[in-house]
């Protein structure tokens, strides 16, 4: 087959000479990314339930040669009867399943960042979003966090993350075979004989189209984060008066953002290299305490504190969603700060105008700095 690397690196080249030098996110842009959104789900979808049908038919028509076709081994004093053809039949089909979806996938990710003019070219990180893009198009997992110090499972014990990574890796896995045994138990096995196996089929089309929106929403908020991470890192460079403070803290408050996300990403890993940056210092070795409003409000004057709030929020919102862990830290730092105006006050208005592409603007308009 072909590979995956050189076909995203072709679509690239031909999706650049489309790309306009304006990258502000206009209407017309996001009504053209929602089209290509539910393109995408639907194609996800069709696959799963194509290729449900196309392993389990054939073994309908023809069962004595799937079925009947057995390898015996011996193994640990078990005999085992393998039914070779069928299980070589399933792992083909997979694998020709997961390249197409791959496949998918790629040209979905390059096409979202040419109508959204991304990356631009008179970007300094060009070469950087140009590698994060094709890594998201080809769904490479990346630990950049760790390289700045930063650690998503910070506060899990062994077991505990153990847990966590498994229940996120078999999802579909169980959803399926808790599907087939509820209707083989409560359901009449005779009329279900024949179909009891394309059951699966939706629940494979769900978790293909799960899959996808994940990615199109991994990739469509890593390129909305790059907007408003480097107006907020620009910003907080011409600060002079304030840079001090916030250094002081900044720390702590990405050590937050990233153990709140529980997650690697390379929108945790913009926004810290790239508040970083700004304010031109690295991340010290043994002081990853989490961020304490409290202790801020002590120490720091009312616009650095406003400057916190405002960076901590963003950080939370760049993936575009807040979850119910999240809200439970933002509560308690609203109760410990007692502000009716700032960034973490008005979380959800601020997370409905960065998931409409608005961040920029919807900060601007609150006059937050």
Request: charged share 25%; proline share 2%; no cysteine.
């Amino acid at each position: 087959m072909f590979s995956k690397r050189k076909i995203a690196q072709r679509l690239f080249e031909k999706y650049n000479n489309k790309r306009e030098s304006d990258a502000r996110i206009t209407a017309r842009e996001l009504k053209e990314i929602q089209r290509l959104y539910v393109t995408s789900l639907t194609i996800s979808a069709s696959i799963g339930v194509f290729f449900v049908l196309l392993f389990y038919l054939p073994i309908y028509l023809f069962p004595s040669f799937f079925n009947e076709n057995l390898l015996n081994i011996q193994l640990w004093g078990l005999d085992l009867k393998i039914r070779w053809i069928r299980e070589l039949d399933n792992f083909l089909l997979t694998y020709v399943e997961l390249y197409f979806l791959s496949i998918i996938s790629i040209y979905m990710i390059q096409r979202l960042a040419m109508v959204l003019d991304f990356p631009s070219m008179q970007s300094k990180h060009y070469q950087l979003h140009l590698q994060n893009i094709q890594k998201l198009s080809l769904e490479v997992k990346q630990k950049k966090e760790a390289e700045l110090g930063l650690d998503p499972f910070l506060g899990l014990s062994r077991v505990q993350l153990y847990v966590y990574l498994l229940i996120s890796r078999f999802k579909a896995m169980f959803s399926n075979m808790l599907i087939k045994f509820l209707l083989q138990r409560f359901a009449s096995r005779y009329l279900l004989k024949t179909v009891i196996d394309l059951v699966g089929a939706p629940i494979y089309a769900f978790w293909n189209a799960y899959a996808t929106a994940k990615l199109f929403k991994d990739s469509k908020y890593y390129i909305f984060s790059v907007e408003i991470t480097d107006m907020l890192a620009e910003k907080l460079q011409n600060e002079q008066q304030i840079k001090e403070e916030i250094s002081r803290e900044i720390q702590h408050l990405l050590v937050s953002v990233v153990a709140l996300k529980r997650d690697y990403s390379e929108i945790n890993h913009y926004f810290s290299s790239r508040l970083l940056e700004s304010l031109q210092i690295s991340m010290h070795e043994n002081e990853y305490r989490t961020l304490s409003m409290r202790k801020l409000l002590e120490e720091s004057d009312p616009k650095t504190v406003q400057w916190v709030s405002l960076l901590f929020a963003t950080g939370i919102i760049l993936d575009g969603n807040v979850s119910r862990r999240e809200r439970k830290s933002l509560r308690d730092f609203t109760q410990d700060l007692n502000f009716k105006e700032d960034a973490l006050t008005h979380i959800d208005e601020y997370l409905s105008a960065y998931q409409r592409g608005q961040g920029v603007a919807f900060i601007q308009q609150k006059g937050w700095i």
